[in-house]
């Protein structure tokens, strides 16, 4: 009714069931109200490797090397069943032969595999979480995703059982000749990728309290009235295989004593990932109300359609792959060297690279119905919704479905144009040098909500289904290839080498990158509609970059201008000595003020920002505490965007000097010890971590708090014995 309870209590007989058994899983407090754990990550690693090179002949040379990698970790949450755990393994064996024909023409010939095994599990329980809770339709066991606002994640992680085993064999050639001014460069290779990919959301069960019906986030959870909630049913799980192949030619030509010059071009072509069942599909949006098309019956999978649902869901000739091969990737590159007087050179070049797609996307094109069944519920008070029995189970398909929506079927492959100038001058013993770099990044590829809704009357948290495109579904998580970026620098250099074996290094970089999305894998936009108002500061954007390295041959033990002569004793304690200095002057990285995801409610994908009011971002007194001004942002109207630009905050800087300390002690004539102390960070300085810019109630509690730093001081000694 929206009235207030008696005495602003909840009477024991509203208490939400699901809510009061959650709270068995919770702990109790250790130190006075608080709950304080220091929880330790746990990580069990077996290496191994060899090598061999062999020549074979004066003509044929082999070289093979085999790496074995193979670890498990246990990262641990606030408490238990609230971790995560996983294999990190790998494989990898090379073996190439080079062969040459004469002193002008040389061939390699290579051939590769490549192992990967990665996922990440949900801490596993001793019984059905789920079952104990009295929750519906939830397939995992693990303890479900329970997000309260103001008091944080209470339950599991979210979208934890994910993984792969990748393999792949790769064959590749290259053959360089020289004849006349001209040093030709060609080759080819071929690759066979293959992926079982395991890929499934909230199959837990998520759940997020906002207070969107009492007005208090802990309230709505304990009378267990959701803002959103999403669910998968089935597992999704895919074998996938893709070929992909290159060709190229480059010849880096001498034109006269002064100019060299450097042309080539390459061919790429990656065919798209194809399910081995034809398990794969997508949301087609040209159709009235949308719908999806599959390359598999429904019934293989037990599943049939509720009335509602008739037409919507359609088994059809789906292309392999989902997305259009594209087969036009040529990338021309072109570089020269002038000598434009003596010791002063010019060097330019201009490139196109094309970037390989992340075959973790390809997900999308499997996690769907009948594949895998994902609901999603968003809850408004004209129009609430409960936990208790929020899922329906069974084989027959309702509303709210919460599908993938399938790779963009345009094909188009995300590419750079890589350019740069610079002038190099050398006086003495030191090269001076000024550049430029830049960059631009098309086609590259995001993830968008093919059905969000249209905001509502600013403050009106209306039904968010019939704003939605296609009503009869819920969020549907698409890929498109339409965000970009761009990156310019100006960077300076000075290297050479002084007196007595000192060698020094001196850069400065000033940059900045820009684009419309940097945090690759995640729904970085605010609005799906409108990806150019997320056009902001890349994630990595470091204005400033400033960097020393100096190495120096310490002037005593034989050899040297001091203890020339001394006792080998001497000699082996202070002689022979490396020292390794390095600096690092860093710029801070861009910080997002965001808001909750639920605010805006148009569906789950939505990256939400906060409103900014106008004023400083720096308070008069920043602390860790204070870093950011709180009054400079303000928590939006519930139906609204926020008002903010993207990554507009910059967290604190880094400054840190390392030193390293080496010696070669010789043991026989074929026989060397190498010791090596590193010291990171001696002079211990705090560094702190990014600040939070989250904005989660109205008084910006939490925002712009530093609760991290990075590394103190650490040492670490090492010996390396070479025979």
Not at 228 to 248: C, H, K, P, T
Not at 347 to 375: K, L, S, W
Request: proline fraction near 6%; hydrophobic fraction near 35%; charged fraction near 15%.
């Amino acid at each position: 009714s929206g009235s207030a309870f008696p005495g602003s209590i909840i009477p024991i007989s509203r208490v939400s069931p699901v809510s009061q058994k959650f709270n068995t899983f919770m702990p109790a407090p250790n130190t006075g109200a608080l709950l304080v754990v220091s929880p330790s990550a746990t990580s069990k690693l077996n290496q191994m490797g060899g090598r061999i090179d062999q020549i074979l002949s004066q003509k044929d040379q082999l070289f093979g090397r085999y790496m074995d990698s193979n670890e498990l970790r246990l990262t641990p949450g606030f408490a238990p069943l609230r971790g995560t755990t996983g294999p990190y393994a790998g494989q990898s064996l090379v073996i190439s032969e080079t062969h040459v024909f004469g002193s002008q023409t040389v061939n390699s010939f290579k051939l590769a595999y490549n192992r990967g095994i990665l996922g990440s599990r949900y801490e596993e329980a001793a019984n059905n979480v789920s079952a104990q809770l009295g929750l519906t339709g939830i397939s995992s066991a693990a303890l479900p995703t329970v997000n309260v606002t103001n008091y944080g994640q209470l339950g599991a992680s979210t979208n934890v059982d994910q993984g792969a085993i990748a393999n792949s064999y790769q064959t590749s050639n290259s053959f360089a000749l020289v004849r006349g001014r001209h040093e030709i460069t060609l080759g080819a290779n071929l690759v066979d990728r293959r992926m079982q990919k395991v890929s499934d959301l909230n199959a837990n069960g998520a759940f997020t309290f906002d207070g969107r019906y009492t007005g208090n986030a802990l309230a709505d959870y304990v009378l267990g009235m959701v803002a959103a909630a999403q669910d998968q049913v089935g597992r999704s799980i895919a074998n996938e295989q893709s070929w992909e192949y290159g060709l190229f030619i480059q010849d880096n030509m001498r034109l006269g004593r002064k100019l060299t010059l450097n042309l080539g071009v390459r061919y790429d072509y990656e065919q798209p990932w194809a399910e081995g069942d034809h398990k794969e599909g997508y949301f087609d949006t040209t159709y009235p109300g949308g719908r999806l098309l599959v390359g598999r019956n429904l019934a293989d999978f037990g599943i049939s359609l509720d009335p509602s649902l008739q037409g919507r869901i359609v088994q059809a000739n789906v292309p392999r792959g989902i997305e259009q091969p594209n087969r036009k990737n040529f990338s021309p590159r072109v570089g020269l060297a002038y000598s434009v007087a003596k010791n002063t050179v010019i060097r330019a070049a201009f490139g196109i690279f094309y970037v390989d797609f992340q075959a973790n996307e390809v997900a999308a094109n499997f996690q769907m119905p009948p594949y895998a069944v994902a609901q999603a519920f968003t809850g408004v008070p004209t129009a609430p919704i409960s936990w208790d029995g929020l899922f329906p189970g069974g084989g027959v398909l309702g509303g709210n479905l919460n599908p993938q929506g399938g790779l963009a079927l345009d094909g188009r492959t995300p590419y750079v144009q890589q350019r740069m100038f610079a002038v190099q001058r050398l006086v003495k013993r030191t090269i001076f040098e000024l550049a430029y770099y830049g960059s631009n990044a098309l086609n590259l590829d995001s993830r968008i909500n093919e059905n969000q809704a249209a905001l509502t009357t600013p403050g009106v948290l209306a039904p968010v289904q019939p704003r939605r495109p296609f009503p009869i579904f819920a969020d549907i998580l698409g890929r498109q290839f339409r965000d970009r970026a761009n990156y310019n620098s100006l960077q300076t250099k000075i290297q050479g080498s002084g007196f007595s074996g000192l060698t020094y290094l001196f850069a400065y970089t000033y940059s900045k990158a820009i684009d419309t999305q940097s945090r690759t894998g995640t729904t970085e936009h605010q609005d799906s509609t409108n990806l150019n108002n997320d056009r902001g500061p890349s994630a990595y954007d470091m204005r400033h970059n400033f960097t020393t390295n100096l190495d120096y041959d310490l002037p005593f033990g034989r050899g040297r201008k001091f203890l020339s002569t001394a006792h080998p004793l001497i000699d082996g304690v202070a002689g022979g000595w490396r020292v390794t200095v390095t600096s690092m002057l860093l710029a801070g990285l861009p910080v997002n003020p965001t808001a909750p995801s639920t605010t805006p409610n148009v569906g789950v994908y939505s990256d939400e920002r906060a409103n900014c009011t106008g004023l400083d971002w720096v308070p008069a007194n920043q602390t860790r505490l204070a870093y950011f001004n709180r009054a400079a942002v303000a928590l939006p109207q519930n139906g609204t965007f926020g008002t903010c630009g993207r990554d507009v905050l910059t967290g604190p800087g880094t400054q840190q000097v390392n030193v390293s300390a080496a010696k070669t002690f010789r043991i026989a004539e074929s026989i060397h010890l190498l010791f090596r102390g590193d010291f990171f960070n001696i002079l211990n300085r705090t560094n702190f971590g990014q600040p939070s810019g989250s904005v989660a109630n109205t008084s910006a509690t939490g925002f712009g708090v530093i609760g991290s730093a990075r590394q103190p001081r650490q040492m670490q000694m090492s010996l390396r014995l070479t025979f």
